[in-house]
């Protein structure tokens, strides 16, 4: 654990501590630069040393700060401090989806959809970047006061050119939003993550998991096994439409889910329109794979094998061929010793055959290459070998001719089993597309106009004094030029605001000797500066006009600083009489834990003079500590009042005379 107070990085104070994980401690700490807040997600201790830990910290970390998205936690800083990694993210003041879930079920339809939208968004760009979640679940994701979603947690996330299998015996992710192919050990796919965003959506629907159990295993197995719960069993009020989004994003075969998270938004965003109402309830067209084995960590259940066909056929000519021996036997006593032995052979020859047939049925294919060729003939390539074409799929390509394969899914070279659906991606061609002009956009809408057309976007923040905060300064890639979104990456520049260090912000000051007190009050809102004024008698400066100030005119000074200036009164009148009443209140400690209590003593003080009246209040404040006042009295015609309360009763009231 880091100590309160500790200033991480020489940049970073620590203020107290929001989250302990598994693998790192989360803080709330301020910018002393940028004096905002922030989350300070640091490595704990103990695990500084593990090679497998580090590396996921740092995943977290490239992950996150690759994807600049509105609706994505923002990596702002990375570094080490005495050798202990951290990684510095926006601070979202609010709770999770869990919480939001817990407190306000059930939600509006059209609140679920903008949820989701935000959601679909922030992962349609993660899939663009290939990054796969991996644990996608409401606790991972986070609400602003004002309803902004920002998804957090990239911990286990994984690249797709990178090895995107679990580990042996080892399936990442949270069990109640895991897919079937993640409890398997299996290959992890953008589908993956759409499954937990269906479970996601369901639980924003219903307020509840579809799946419960006493163990892991036993969610696990009614995620790989079961269908989901009818939504419309439990309220007959939901659209058809929409529990069919939740049908589809969770069914159990990858090939029946949305291809793209963006596609899942687009039917979602139509679900409530009266012209789909008499949809029917979505089925799927591929079976469940039952017969994969299921993998998860640290998890002991009984052992359950399920049969194949194949192994069913060989029990049954196994007991075919045990009922059927004693008969034999006495057959082949009733013939010559040599009729024995061509029994045998005939019978070795079948189990031979029988054996290689089985295995060739069952043995694993590895997928050709079918790159270049027609769709047609990849199609007659991959049929050739035993397996199907599942999904046609189109892209451009500057490198592959239309109507010619890009690549398949899964790619060439894998091993799978004989039977089994590989998609194909077929070139559209090469595709241009003119860049938008988004200078002077709000960020978040330029990035929706680019990521609309397929570019990749890149942020970068820099002050600015004639760009607003978060509006674009500039692009990398000019606008109206034509290129291929597919190979092209724009960097926008991105306005911080004004530099509160630059020189540029430094206010000369003038010479307020000239300015009365309106004016100079003006001038300080002006340059946000904070005006301290006191007051004097003067027979040379007229009433309402500055005397002095502090600093001296022409100093320069950064936004922000406070200038003290003395204000005439005018001319002191012979009549004029001023006494000092000192008088001190002190604190009393009430062990009452009320919300006054907290603050302090609640102070009030009255008083009556030639400009107070003692019906008023002079001054309203809580005091934690004993405190010394010290208050001038006008008495021109008698004496004044003093009345001091404090939290409700009067500790002191006197009169004041001018001695």
């Known amino acids: 654990m880091i100590n309160k107070g500790y200033l991480l990085g020489d940049r970073y104070r620590i203020i107290d501590t929001l989250g302990e994980g598994g693998m790192a401690n989360v803080y709330l700490a301020e910018d002393i630069i940028l004096q905002r807040k922030v989350a300070v997600k640091i490595l704990r ?38 050798g202990l990694p951290y990684m510095v993210m926006e601070y979202v003041d609010g709770p999770d989806l869990k919480e939001y879930i817990r407190a306000n079920s059930p939600l509006n339809l059209g609140n679920i959809i903008k949820i989701m939208d935000q ?71 953008k589908q993956s993550d759409i499954y937990s965003l269906g479970i996601i959506l369901y639980e924003l629907i219903t307020g509840n998991v579809p799946f419960n159990g006493d163990s892991a295993v036993s969610i696990a197995l009614k995620h790989a096994q079961e269908p989901i719960p009818s939504i419309r069993k439990q309220d007959p009020n939901i659209p058809q439409p929409l529990e069919n989004v939740v049908l589809k994003a969770t069914a159990k075969d990858p090939r029946d889910r949305y291809n793209s998270a963006k596609e899942m938004k687009d039917d979602l965003d139509t679900s409530l329109e009266p012209g789909r109402a008499n949809e029917p309830v979505f089925k799927p067209t591929h079976g469940n794979n039952d017969d994969e084995t299921i993998i998860l960590p640290n998890f002991k259940p009984n052992r359950v094998v399920e049969k194949t066909d194949a192994e069913n056929r060989t029990q049954d000519k196994t007991a075919d061929y045990h009922k059927n021996r004693s008969s034999f036997t006495q057959a082949l006593r009733k013939y010559k010793w040599w009729w024995l032995f061509v029994g045998f052979a005939a019978i070795l020859i079948i189990g031979l055959m029988f054996f290689v047939l089985n295995n060739n049925k069952n043995s694993d294919i590895r997928i050709p290459d079918v790159t270049n060729l027609s769709e047609k003939k990849a199609r007659n390539k991959l049929e050739s070998v035993g397996l199907k074409v599942g999904k046609i799929k189109h892209r451009n390509s500057d490198s592959i001719d239309r109507g010619k394969v890009i690549e398949t899914a899964p790619v060439a070279g894998s091993e799978i089993k004989r039977g089994r659906y590989i998609d194909l991606y077929i070139s559209d061609g090469a595709g241009m597309v003119q860049v938008p002009d988004v200078t002077g956009d709000e960020y978040g809408i330029a990035v929706q106009k680019l990521e609309k057309l397929g570019f990749e976007v890149i942020r970068e923040n820099q002050f600015s004094s004639s760009v607003p905060p978060d509006h674009v300064i500039s692009q990398s890639v000019a606008a109206d030029v034509e290129v291929k979104p597919e190979q092209t990456t724009i960097t926008l520049v991105i306005s911080k605001g004004k530099n509160p260090r630059s020189k540029h912000h430094m206010i000369k000051l003038p010479d307020l000797k000239d300015y009365s007190l309106k004016q100079a009050q003006e001038f300080a809102h002006k340059h946000g500066l904070t005006l301290q004024v006191s007051s004097a008698y003067s027979s040379k400066v007229k009433k309402g006009m500055i005397i002095s100030m502090s600093p001296a005119a022409g100093t320069q000074v950064p936004r922000g600083s406070t200038i003290s200036v003395n204000v005439s009164e005018g001319a002191k009148k012979e009549r004029d009489l001023t006494a000092i009443k000192n008088f001190t209140v002190s604190y009393e400690d009430n062990d009452e834990d009320d919300s006054d209590n907290k603050r302090g003593n609640h102070v009030q003080i009255y008083i009556a003079d030639d400009n107070h009246s003692i019906d008023n209040i002079y001054r309203d404040l809580y005091i934690k500590k004993d405190m010394n006042f010290s208050i001038p009295f006008e008495l021109r015609d008698g004496p004044g009042q003093l009345k001091v309360v404090r939290d409700g009763q009067v500790i002191l009231n006197e009169k004041v005379k001018n001695d």
């Not at 910290?57 to 080490?80: C, K, W, Y």
């Not at 609400?143 to 990239?154: L, T």
């Open 45 to 82: 201790l103990d695990l500084q040393k593990e090679p497998q830990t580090l590396a996921r910290f740092q995943r977290e970390a490239l992950a996150t700060s690759e994807l600049s998205h509105p609706n994505i936690v923002m990596v702002l800083d990375v570094g080490t401090d005495h």
């Open 119 to 189: 959601i679909l968004s922030a992962m349609s760009l993660a899939h663009k970047h290939n990054v796969i979640h991996r644990d996608l679940k409401p606790q991972n994701i986070l609400m602003d006061k004002h309803g902004n979603i920002k998804i957090a947690d990239f911990g286990i996330a994984v690249a797709l050119n990178q090895n995107s299998v679990t580990q042996t015996n080892s399936a990442i992710g949270s069990v109640h939003y895991m897919s079937p192919e993640q409890t398997r050990g299996g290959l992890v796919t």
